[in-house]
Protein backbone atom coordinates (compact mmCIF):
# COMPACT_ATOMS: atom_id res chain seq x y z
CA UNK A 1 0.00 0.00 0.00
CA UNK A 2 0.97 3.50 -0.90
CA UNK A 3 0.07 5.86 2.30
CA UNK A 4 1.07 9.95 1.89
CA UNK A 5 2.55 11.04 4.99
CA UNK A 6 2.87 14.68 5.92
CA UNK A 7 6.47 15.82 6.65
CA UNK A 8 5.01 17.86 9.23
CA UNK A 9 3.24 15.16 11.64
CA UNK A 10 0.77 17.22 13.47
CA UNK A 11 -1.97 14.78 14.32
CA UNK A 12 -0.74 11.50 16.18
CA UNK A 13 -2.80 8.17 15.23
CA UNK A 14 -0.87 5.21 16.89
CA UNK A 15 -2.56 2.44 14.70
CA UNK A 16 0.50 2.67 12.63
CA UNK A 17 1.52 -0.62 13.91
CA UNK A 18 -1.38 -2.11 13.15
CA UNK A 19 -2.31 -1.61 9.48
CA UNK A 20 -0.05 -3.17 6.35
CA UNK A 21 1.54 0.39 6.49
CA UNK A 22 4.49 2.02 5.78
CA UNK A 23 6.76 5.04 6.30
CA UNK A 24 8.02 7.55 3.77
CA UNK A 25 11.66 6.81 4.95
CA UNK A 26 11.07 3.17 4.04
CA UNK A 27 10.86 4.48 0.56
CA UNK A 28 13.32 7.14 0.96
CA UNK A 29 16.10 4.29 2.02
CA UNK A 30 15.83 3.31 -1.34
CA UNK A 31 17.44 6.72 -2.91
CA UNK A 32 21.30 5.69 -2.05
CA UNK A 33 20.86 2.64 -4.26
CA UNK A 34 20.38 4.90 -7.58
CA UNK A 35 23.54 4.72 -8.10
CA UNK A 36 23.45 0.49 -8.99
CA UNK A 37 21.75 1.58 -11.79
CA UNK A 38 24.30 2.90 -13.47
CA UNK A 39 25.86 -0.37 -13.56
CA UNK A 40 23.36 -2.09 -15.08
CA UNK A 41 21.94 0.47 -17.12
CA UNK A 42 23.76 -0.84 -20.35
CA UNK A 43 21.72 -3.93 -19.70
CA UNK A 44 18.37 -3.09 -19.37
CA UNK A 45 19.07 -0.21 -22.71
CA UNK A 46 20.07 -3.51 -24.57
CA UNK A 47 17.32 -5.90 -23.14
CA UNK A 48 14.90 -3.33 -23.76
CA UNK A 49 12.64 -5.01 -26.45
CA UNK A 50 9.32 -4.04 -25.84
CA UNK A 51 10.08 0.23 -26.37
CA UNK A 52 8.99 0.68 -29.90
CA UNK A 53 8.49 3.58 -31.84
CA UNK A 54 4.51 3.42 -32.17
CA UNK A 55 2.35 5.94 -31.32
CA UNK A 56 4.43 9.38 -31.26
CA UNK A 57 6.55 11.65 -28.73
CA UNK A 58 5.85 9.15 -25.81
CA UNK A 59 6.88 12.14 -23.59
CA UNK A 60 4.96 14.84 -24.48
CA UNK A 61 5.03 17.66 -21.81
CA UNK A 62 2.54 16.58 -18.78
CA UNK A 63 0.66 20.19 -20.15
CA UNK A 64 -0.28 18.46 -23.38
CA UNK A 65 -1.51 15.49 -22.06
CA UNK A 66 -5.18 16.02 -20.14
CA UNK A 67 -7.26 13.31 -18.50
CA UNK A 68 -10.20 12.32 -21.07
CA UNK A 69 -13.22 12.08 -19.07
CA UNK A 70 -15.80 14.19 -17.93
CA UNK A 71 -16.18 14.48 -14.03
CA UNK A 72 -19.24 16.25 -14.78
CA UNK A 73 -21.69 13.74 -16.15
CA UNK A 74 -19.43 10.60 -16.39
CA UNK A 75 -21.47 9.11 -19.30
CA UNK A 76 -20.57 6.99 -22.21
CA UNK A 77 -22.21 6.46 -25.39
CA UNK A 78 -22.66 2.71 -24.95
CA UNK A 79 -23.09 1.72 -28.82
CA UNK A 80 -19.73 3.51 -29.11
CA UNK A 81 -18.21 2.11 -26.53
CA UNK A 82 -19.40 -1.56 -28.00
CA UNK A 83 -17.55 -1.01 -31.17
CA UNK A 84 -14.48 -0.09 -29.50
CA UNK A 85 -14.44 -3.41 -27.50
CA UNK A 86 -15.33 -5.34 -30.86
CA UNK A 87 -12.27 -3.68 -32.52
CA UNK A 88 -10.01 -3.74 -29.97
CA UNK A 89 -7.39 -7.48 -29.48
CA UNK A 90 -4.17 -7.93 -28.12
CA UNK A 91 -1.76 -10.05 -29.88
CA UNK A 92 -1.55 -13.79 -29.92
CA UNK A 93 0.56 -15.46 -26.66
CA UNK A 94 3.66 -17.39 -27.38
CA UNK A 95 4.08 -21.09 -27.71
CA UNK A 96 7.20 -21.51 -26.73
CA UNK A 97 8.15 -22.96 -23.47
CA UNK A 98 9.07 -19.56 -21.33
CA UNK A 99 9.62 -18.57 -18.13
CA UNK A 100 8.60 -15.15 -16.18
CA UNK A 101 8.94 -13.99 -12.72
CA UNK A 102 6.76 -12.06 -10.50
CA UNK A 103 7.71 -9.44 -7.97
CA UNK A 104 5.50 -7.99 -5.07
CA UNK A 105 4.99 -7.92 -1.44
CA UNK A 106 1.39 -9.65 -1.93
CA UNK A 107 0.92 -12.78 0.33
CA UNK A 108 2.59 -15.22 -1.22
CA UNK A 109 -0.41 -18.33 -0.62
CA UNK A 110 -2.25 -16.12 -2.91
CA UNK A 111 0.33 -15.26 -5.48
CA UNK A 112 1.41 -19.20 -5.57
CA UNK A 113 -2.25 -19.98 -5.85
CA UNK A 114 -2.48 -17.35 -8.92
CA UNK A 115 0.42 -18.27 -10.69
CA UNK A 116 -0.70 -21.88 -10.76
CA UNK A 117 -4.39 -21.39 -12.26
CA UNK A 118 -1.92 -18.99 -14.83
CA UNK A 119 0.16 -21.59 -15.79
CA UNK A 120 -2.90 -24.34 -16.01
CA UNK A 121 -4.77 -21.82 -18.44
CA UNK A 122 -0.95 -21.32 -20.56
CA UNK A 123 1.04 -24.47 -19.96
CA UNK A 124 4.23 -23.99 -22.05
CA UNK A 125 4.81 -20.99 -19.43
CA UNK A 126 6.06 -21.38 -15.60
CA UNK A 127 5.73 -18.82 -13.19
CA UNK A 128 8.48 -17.65 -10.64
CA UNK A 129 6.91 -16.18 -7.71
CA UNK A 130 9.07 -13.74 -5.69
CA UNK A 131 7.83 -12.65 -2.51
CA UNK A 132 10.04 -9.45 -1.30
CA UNK A 133 9.41 -7.92 2.01
CA UNK A 134 7.50 -4.45 2.27
CA UNK A 135 10.07 -2.83 4.31
CA UNK A 136 13.33 -2.48 1.89
CA UNK A 137 11.34 -3.99 -1.08
CA UNK A 138 12.81 -0.97 -3.33
CA UNK A 139 16.14 -2.18 -2.58
CA UNK A 140 15.23 -5.62 -2.84
CA UNK A 141 14.00 -5.02 -6.45
CA UNK A 142 17.36 -3.19 -7.14
CA UNK A 143 19.42 -5.83 -5.76
CA UNK A 144 17.56 -7.97 -8.55
CA UNK A 145 18.28 -5.71 -11.34
CA UNK A 146 21.63 -4.92 -10.48
CA UNK A 147 21.95 -8.97 -10.58
CA UNK A 148 20.38 -9.40 -14.05
CA UNK A 149 17.24 -10.77 -12.09
CA UNK A 150 14.93 -8.15 -12.98
CA UNK A 151 11.18 -9.97 -12.35
CA UNK A 152 9.08 -9.70 -15.85
CA UNK A 153 6.10 -7.99 -13.59
CA UNK A 154 6.59 -6.59 -10.56
CA UNK A 155 4.54 -4.15 -8.01
CA UNK A 156 5.99 -0.43 -7.40
CA UNK A 157 6.62 0.63 -3.63
CA UNK A 158 5.45 3.82 -3.20
CA UNK A 159 6.38 7.06 -5.37
CA UNK A 160 6.41 6.53 -9.06
CA UNK A 161 9.44 8.84 -9.38
CA UNK A 162 11.97 5.49 -8.34
CA UNK A 163 10.44 3.62 -11.01
CA UNK A 164 10.97 6.08 -13.46
CA UNK A 165 14.16 7.56 -12.53
CA UNK A 166 15.87 3.96 -12.66
CA UNK A 167 14.09 3.17 -16.18
CA UNK A 168 12.53 0.07 -14.28
CA UNK A 169 9.00 -0.02 -16.41
CA UNK A 170 8.36 -1.20 -19.76
CA UNK A 171 6.36 0.51 -22.32
CA UNK A 172 2.67 -1.20 -21.73
CA UNK A 173 0.81 1.18 -24.22
CA UNK A 174 -0.12 -1.61 -27.56
CA UNK A 175 -1.38 -4.19 -24.62
CA UNK A 176 -3.36 -1.68 -22.45
CA UNK A 177 -5.12 0.29 -25.14
CA UNK A 178 -6.03 -2.99 -27.69
CA UNK A 179 -6.83 -4.86 -24.24
CA UNK A 180 -11.03 -5.14 -23.71
CA UNK A 181 -10.69 -5.69 -20.45
CA UNK A 182 -8.87 -2.61 -19.38
CA UNK A 183 -12.42 -0.92 -20.79
CA UNK A 184 -13.62 -2.67 -17.90
CA UNK A 185 -11.76 -1.47 -14.62
CA UNK A 186 -12.71 1.45 -12.17
CA UNK A 187 -13.79 4.24 -14.73
CA UNK A 188 -11.23 6.90 -13.15
CA UNK A 189 -8.13 4.86 -14.21
CA UNK A 190 -8.67 5.66 -18.15
CA UNK A 191 -10.37 8.97 -17.69
CA UNK A 192 -7.95 10.29 -15.26
CA UNK A 193 -4.80 8.54 -17.41
CA UNK A 194 -3.15 6.70 -14.85
CA UNK A 195 -0.05 5.21 -14.95
CA UNK A 196 0.75 7.78 -18.20
CA UNK A 197 2.80 9.86 -15.79
CA UNK A 198 1.98 12.99 -17.92
CA UNK A 199 3.23 11.00 -21.60
CA UNK A 200 1.39 9.54 -23.88
CA UNK A 201 2.55 6.14 -23.19
CA UNK A 202 0.96 3.63 -20.49
CA UNK A 203 3.94 2.81 -17.88
CA UNK A 204 1.93 1.33 -15.39
CA UNK A 205 -1.39 0.55 -13.86
CA UNK A 206 -3.30 -0.17 -10.65
CA UNK A 207 -3.24 -3.04 -9.14
CA UNK A 208 -4.42 -2.73 -5.47
CA UNK A 209 -7.28 -0.91 -4.78
CA UNK A 210 -8.58 0.05 -1.27
CA UNK A 211 -10.90 3.11 -0.89
CA UNK A 212 -10.76 5.87 1.95
CA UNK A 213 -12.81 5.33 4.45
CA UNK A 214 -14.58 6.92 7.00
CA UNK A 215 -16.12 4.40 9.78
CA UNK A 216 -18.97 5.86 11.84
CA UNK A 217 -18.98 4.02 15.51
CA UNK A 218 -22.72 3.36 14.88
CA UNK A 219 -23.07 2.29 19.02
CA UNK A 220 -22.27 6.01 19.83
CA UNK A 221 -24.69 7.09 17.61
CA UNK A 222 -27.02 5.03 19.82
CA UNK A 223 -25.79 5.91 22.99
CA UNK A 224 -25.95 9.70 22.37
CA UNK A 225 -30.02 9.37 20.86
CA UNK A 226 -28.53 10.49 17.32
CA UNK A 227 -29.49 9.37 13.54
CA UNK A 228 -26.74 8.27 12.11
CA UNK A 229 -26.06 10.01 8.80
CA UNK A 230 -27.00 9.90 5.66
CA UNK A 231 -24.87 7.58 3.53
CA UNK A 232 -25.12 9.79 0.38
CA UNK A 233 -24.12 12.74 2.97
CA UNK A 234 -22.27 16.24 2.08
CA UNK A 235 -18.79 17.52 3.08
CA UNK A 236 -20.75 20.12 4.82
CA UNK A 237 -22.67 17.75 6.97
CA UNK A 238 -20.02 15.47 7.75
CA UNK A 239 -18.39 18.46 9.34
CA UNK A 240 -21.88 19.10 11.15
CA UNK A 241 -22.06 15.58 12.79
CA UNK A 242 -18.41 16.31 13.86
CA UNK A 243 -19.18 19.04 15.65
CA UNK A 244 -22.65 17.83 16.91
CA UNK A 245 -20.73 14.34 18.20
CA UNK A 246 -18.32 16.38 20.17
CA UNK A 247 -19.47 15.99 23.97
CA UNK A 248 -16.57 17.05 25.65
CA UNK A 249 -17.60 16.68 29.02
CA UNK A 250 -18.05 12.66 28.46
CA UNK A 251 -14.56 12.35 26.94
CA UNK A 252 -16.42 12.42 23.14
CA UNK A 253 -15.04 13.45 20.16
CA UNK A 254 -16.12 14.30 16.58
CA UNK A 255 -13.37 12.43 14.75
CA UNK A 256 -9.99 10.80 14.95
CA UNK A 257 -7.72 10.63 12.07
CA UNK A 258 -5.00 8.10 10.21
CA UNK A 259 -6.40 9.62 6.94
CA UNK A 260 -6.29 13.21 6.66
CA UNK A 261 -8.69 16.22 5.50
CA UNK A 262 -6.26 18.21 3.81
CA UNK A 263 -5.84 15.17 1.52
CA UNK A 264 -9.17 14.45 1.21
CA UNK A 265 -10.57 17.58 0.43
CA UNK A 266 -9.28 18.91 -2.57
CA UNK A 267 -10.50 16.03 -4.36
CA UNK A 268 -13.84 15.88 -2.70
CA UNK A 269 -14.47 19.97 -3.35
CA UNK A 270 -13.66 19.68 -7.35
CA UNK A 271 -14.68 17.70 -10.15
CA UNK A 272 -11.64 18.48 -12.15
CA UNK A 273 -9.26 17.51 -9.62
CA UNK A 274 -7.46 14.40 -10.70
CA UNK A 275 -4.99 14.24 -7.81
CA UNK A 276 -3.55 15.27 -4.42
CA UNK A 277 -3.39 18.85 -3.32
CA UNK A 278 -5.34 20.16 -6.42
CA UNK A 279 -3.85 18.49 -8.96
CA UNK A 280 -5.87 18.59 -12.31
CA UNK A 281 -4.01 15.83 -14.27
CA UNK A 282 -1.72 18.96 -15.96
CA UNK A 283 -0.85 21.46 -12.96
CA UNK A 284 -1.39 22.13 -9.31
CA UNK A 285 -3.68 24.54 -7.52
CA UNK A 286 -3.35 24.76 -3.85
CA UNK A 287 -6.29 26.99 -3.40
CA UNK A 288 -8.83 24.12 -2.23
CA UNK A 289 -5.76 22.57 -0.47
CA UNK A 290 -5.65 25.76 1.90
CA UNK A 291 -9.33 25.84 2.32
CA UNK A 292 -8.92 21.82 3.28
CA UNK A 293 -5.86 22.43 5.76
CA UNK A 294 -7.65 25.65 7.24
CA UNK A 295 -10.89 23.89 8.22
CA UNK A 296 -8.45 20.70 9.28
CA UNK A 297 -6.90 23.36 11.80
CA UNK A 298 -10.28 24.41 12.90
CA UNK A 299 -11.67 21.40 13.93
CA UNK A 300 -8.34 20.23 15.60
CA UNK A 301 -7.93 23.21 17.61
CA UNK A 302 -11.55 23.21 18.07
CA UNK A 303 -11.67 20.25 20.41
CA UNK A 304 -13.60 18.06 17.82
CA UNK A 305 -10.46 15.67 17.20
CA UNK A 306 -9.50 13.45 19.34
CA UNK A 307 -6.26 14.05 21.62
CA UNK A 308 -3.17 13.06 20.40
CA UNK A 309 -1.76 9.61 21.31
CA UNK A 310 0.24 9.03 24.98
CA UNK A 311 -0.78 12.89 25.77
CA UNK A 312 -2.02 14.46 29.06
CA UNK A 313 -5.43 14.83 27.44
CA UNK A 314 -5.75 11.35 25.97
CA UNK A 315 -5.10 10.05 29.89
CA UNK A 316 -8.24 11.85 30.83
CA UNK A 317 -10.70 10.98 28.24
CA UNK A 318 -9.74 7.30 27.56
CA UNK A 319 -8.26 6.17 30.88
CA UNK A 320 -5.38 5.52 28.53
CA UNK A 321 -2.42 7.41 27.26
CA UNK A 322 -1.53 4.76 24.88
CA UNK A 323 -5.30 4.04 23.73
CA UNK A 324 -6.06 4.04 20.27
CA UNK A 325 -8.81 6.84 20.08
CA UNK A 326 -10.94 4.05 18.05
CA UNK A 327 -10.75 1.58 20.34
CA UNK A 328 -11.72 3.72 23.09
CA UNK A 329 -15.47 3.77 21.50
CA UNK A 330 -15.49 7.84 22.38
CA UNK A 331 -14.99 8.71 18.78
CA UNK A 332 -17.63 9.23 16.23
CA UNK A 333 -15.58 8.38 13.28
CA UNK A 334 -12.31 7.21 12.62
CA UNK A 335 -10.87 9.13 8.97
CA UNK A 336 -9.27 5.65 7.65
CA UNK A 337 -8.47 3.37 5.02
CA UNK A 338 -10.29 -0.02 3.81
CA UNK A 339 -7.88 -2.72 5.07
CA UNK A 340 -8.87 -0.93 8.78
CA UNK A 341 -12.22 -2.73 8.56
CA UNK A 342 -10.82 -6.32 8.05
CA UNK A 343 -7.37 -5.32 10.25
CA UNK A 344 -9.55 -4.22 13.24
CA UNK A 345 -13.37 -3.30 13.11
CA UNK A 346 -14.26 -6.90 11.75
CA UNK A 347 -12.01 -8.96 14.37
CA UNK A 348 -14.17 -10.25 17.59
CA UNK A 349 -12.10 -8.54 19.97
CA UNK A 350 -13.52 -5.15 18.84
CA UNK A 351 -16.88 -6.38 18.58
CA UNK A 352 -17.34 -7.87 21.79
CA UNK A 353 -16.41 -4.47 23.48
CA UNK A 354 -19.31 -2.77 21.24
CA UNK A 355 -17.35 -1.46 18.67
CA UNK A 356 -19.45 -1.13 15.47
CA UNK A 357 -18.25 0.68 13.09
CA UNK A 358 -19.99 1.33 9.76
CA UNK A 359 -18.58 2.49 6.28
CA UNK A 360 -19.17 5.76 4.62
CA UNK A 361 -17.65 7.19 1.58
CA UNK A 362 -15.89 10.07 2.14
CA UNK A 363 -18.08 12.75 0.84
CA UNK A 364 -18.47 15.20 -1.89
CA UNK A 365 -18.59 19.55 -1.04
CA UNK A 366 -21.99 20.81 -2.22
CA UNK A 367 -22.60 21.77 -5.70
CA UNK A 368 -20.24 19.02 -6.44
CA UNK A 369 -21.49 16.32 -9.65
CA UNK A 370 -18.52 13.49 -10.02
CA UNK A 371 -18.48 10.34 -7.34
CA UNK A 372 -14.29 10.73 -7.09
CA UNK A 373 -12.71 10.03 -3.85
CA UNK A 374 -9.25 9.77 -2.79
CA UNK A 375 -8.13 5.91 -2.77
CA UNK A 376 -5.26 4.37 -2.07
CA UNK A 377 -4.03 2.30 -5.15
CA UNK A 378 -0.88 0.65 -5.33
CA UNK A 379 1.07 0.39 -9.08
CA UNK A 380 2.57 -2.17 -10.83
CA UNK A 381 4.24 -2.50 -14.48
CA UNK A 382 6.00 -4.78 -16.92
CA UNK A 383 10.22 -4.57 -17.24
CA UNK A 384 11.87 -2.99 -19.28
CA UNK A 385 14.56 -5.62 -20.11
CA UNK A 386 11.54 -8.49 -20.38
CA UNK A 387 12.06 -10.67 -23.34
CA UNK A 388 7.83 -11.45 -23.19
CA UNK A 389 6.43 -8.11 -23.00
CA UNK A 390 3.18 -9.57 -24.19
CA UNK A 391 3.05 -12.66 -21.81
CA UNK A 392 4.71 -10.44 -19.00
CA UNK A 393 1.57 -8.20 -19.69
CA UNK A 394 -0.82 -10.96 -19.88
CA UNK A 395 0.60 -12.41 -16.06
CA UNK A 396 -0.13 -8.70 -14.61
CA UNK A 397 -3.38 -8.63 -15.61
CA UNK A 398 -3.99 -12.64 -14.81
CA UNK A 399 -2.60 -11.98 -10.92
CA UNK A 400 -4.17 -8.19 -10.46
CA UNK A 401 -6.96 -7.01 -12.17
CA UNK A 402 -8.35 -9.45 -14.88
CA UNK A 403 -12.06 -10.92 -13.84
CA UNK A 404 -10.33 -14.52 -14.41
CA UNK A 405 -7.43 -13.88 -12.12
CA UNK A 406 -9.89 -12.09 -9.55
CA UNK A 407 -12.32 -15.43 -9.88
CA UNK A 408 -8.75 -17.43 -8.78
CA UNK A 409 -8.48 -14.77 -6.08
CA UNK A 410 -11.93 -15.18 -4.42
CA UNK A 411 -11.02 -19.18 -5.02
CA UNK A 412 -8.38 -18.43 -2.33
CA UNK A 413 -10.11 -16.32 -0.59
CA UNK A 414 -12.72 -18.88 -0.11
CA UNK A 415 -10.51 -22.24 0.82
CA UNK A 416 -6.79 -21.27 1.57
CA UNK A 417 -5.06 -20.65 5.20
CA UNK A 418 -1.65 -19.22 5.76
CA UNK A 419 0.69 -21.40 7.26
CA UNK A 420 -0.44 -20.14 10.72
CA UNK A 421 -3.82 -21.55 10.13
CA UNK A 422 -5.61 -18.27 9.83
CA UNK A 423 -7.67 -17.96 6.84
CA UNK A 424 -6.59 -15.33 3.57
CA UNK A 425 -7.97 -11.82 4.18
CA UNK A 426 -10.22 -10.43 1.14
CA UNK A 427 -8.36 -6.89 1.72
CA UNK A 428 -8.24 -5.05 -1.45
CA UNK A 429 -11.01 -4.46 -3.07
CA UNK A 430 -11.18 -5.57 -7.58
CA UNK A 431 -10.15 -2.92 -10.29
CA UNK A 432 -12.04 -4.78 -12.41
CA UNK A 433 -16.05 -3.85 -13.07
CA UNK A 434 -16.71 -7.06 -13.88
CA UNK A 435 -20.62 -7.54 -12.11
CA UNK A 436 -19.94 -11.05 -11.43
CA UNK A 437 -16.65 -10.45 -9.39
CA UNK A 438 -18.28 -7.72 -7.50
CA UNK A 439 -21.23 -9.52 -6.41
CA UNK A 440 -19.30 -12.63 -5.03
CA UNK A 441 -16.53 -9.54 -3.36
CA UNK A 442 -20.03 -8.39 -1.41
CA UNK A 443 -20.60 -11.65 0.37
CA UNK A 444 -17.52 -11.18 2.08
CA UNK A 445 -18.49 -8.46 4.26
CA UNK A 446 -21.55 -8.23 6.07
CA UNK A 447 -24.97 -8.42 4.66
CA UNK A 448 -28.47 -8.91 5.19
CA UNK A 449 -28.02 -11.26 8.28
CA UNK A 450 -25.46 -9.50 9.77
CA UNK A 451 -26.15 -9.51 14.02
CA UNK A 452 -25.02 -6.23 13.97
CA UNK A 453 -26.96 -4.66 11.20
CA UNK A 454 -23.99 -3.29 9.01
CA UNK A 455 -25.25 -4.95 5.94
CA UNK A 456 -27.48 -1.72 4.79
CA UNK A 457 -23.76 0.52 5.22
CA UNK A 458 -21.81 -2.21 3.02
CA UNK A 459 -24.47 -2.39 0.08
CA UNK A 460 -23.77 1.52 -0.54
CA UNK A 461 -20.25 1.56 0.07
CA UNK A 462 -19.51 -1.27 -2.48
CA UNK A 463 -21.83 -0.15 -4.82
CA UNK A 464 -20.14 3.55 -5.01
CA UNK A 465 -17.04 3.51 -3.92
CA UNK A 466 -15.55 3.09 -7.91
CA UNK A 467 -14.57 6.23 -8.61
CA UNK A 468 -10.56 6.37 -6.64
CA UNK A 469 -7.88 9.06 -6.99
CA UNK A 470 -4.61 8.24 -6.19
CA UNK A 471 -2.30 9.67 -3.83
CA UNK A 472 0.14 11.90 -5.31
CA UNK A 473 3.60 10.45 -4.81
CA UNK A 474 2.39 6.65 -6.73
CA UNK A 475 0.97 8.99 -9.71
CA UNK A 476 2.39 12.59 -9.94
CA UNK A 477 6.57 12.67 -11.06
CA UNK A 478 8.12 14.93 -8.74
CA UNK A 479 5.36 15.08 -5.98
CA UNK A 480 7.30 13.13 -3.06
CA UNK A 481 10.19 15.52 -4.03
CA UNK A 482 8.06 18.12 -3.49
CA UNK A 483 6.67 17.31 -0.24
CA UNK A 484 10.68 16.93 0.44
CA UNK A 485 11.96 19.58 -0.38
CA UNK A 486 8.97 22.62 -0.60
CA UNK A 487 6.54 21.50 1.66
CA UNK A 488 7.92 20.62 5.12
CA UNK A 489 6.98 22.72 8.24
CA UNK A 490 3.78 24.14 6.20
CA UNK A 491 1.21 22.14 7.59
CA UNK A 492 2.02 22.75 11.04
CA UNK A 493 2.67 26.33 11.03
CA UNK A 494 -1.55 25.84 10.02
CA UNK A 495 -2.30 23.94 12.60
CA UNK A 496 0.22 24.70 14.95
CA UNK A 497 1.17 28.31 14.51
CA UNK A 498 -2.24 30.02 13.79
CA UNK A 499 -1.14 31.10 9.55
CA UNK A 500 -3.56 31.22 7.42
CA UNK A 501 -3.01 28.34 4.69
CA UNK A 502 -4.29 31.01 1.69
CA UNK A 503 -1.02 32.61 2.39
CA UNK A 504 1.43 29.53 1.21
CA UNK A 505 -0.81 28.75 -1.46
CA UNK A 506 0.75 30.96 -4.43
CA UNK A 507 4.01 29.54 -3.32
CA UNK A 508 3.07 25.83 -2.88
CA UNK A 509 1.88 25.88 -6.04
CA UNK A 510 4.85 26.97 -7.67
CA UNK A 511 7.24 24.77 -6.15
CA UNK A 512 4.96 22.16 -6.57
CA UNK A 513 4.69 23.23 -10.17
CA UNK A 514 8.40 23.18 -10.80
CA UNK A 515 9.16 19.80 -8.95
CA UNK A 516 6.47 18.63 -11.43
CA UNK A 517 8.79 19.60 -14.53
CA UNK A 518 11.57 18.51 -13.07
CA UNK A 519 10.67 15.33 -12.34
CA UNK A 520 9.57 14.81 -16.26
CA UNK A 521 12.77 15.37 -17.38
CA UNK A 522 13.77 11.75 -16.67
CA UNK A 523 11.85 10.87 -20.07
CA UNK A 524 13.77 12.36 -22.02
CA UNK A 525 16.54 9.63 -21.36
CA UNK A 526 13.96 7.21 -22.56
CA UNK A 527 14.62 5.69 -25.98
Not at 162 to 187: C, H, R
Request: net charge negative.
Amino acid sequence: MNNHRSVSSVVNDKNYDKKEDYPMDVIKKALPILLVMFLCFTVLAACDRNRNDKGGDRTRAVSEVQPSGDAGSGETDAAQNEDTKKAKSLPPMTAENITLSYASWENEVLTTHLAKRFMEKYPNITVEVITLPLEGYNDALLNLVASGQMPDAFWILGECDFAIANQLLGDMTEYWENDPESDNVLKTINEGRFGYYGTDRKWATPVKFFPETIFANKALFEQLNVEMPPMDWTWEEMVEYVKKMTVPELGIYGFNQYRRIVTWYPVAADDNCWGEFGWDGQSFDFTNWADGINLEAELINGGYHAPPFGSDEAEKAFGDRNMWAADSGKIAFQFDAWWTFNNLFAQDKYLEKGLIYVPYLVPRAKGTTSKHTMGTLDFGGISSATEYPREAYELLKFMNWSEEGWMAKLEAYSTLTNPDGSRLSLDALPITLSEKVWQEVRKFFPGDDDPYGRGPWFDYFLEHCKEPIPYGGTMIPGFATFLAEGYAGVEDAVINGGVNAHDFVRDLTEKANAANREAMKAFETYE
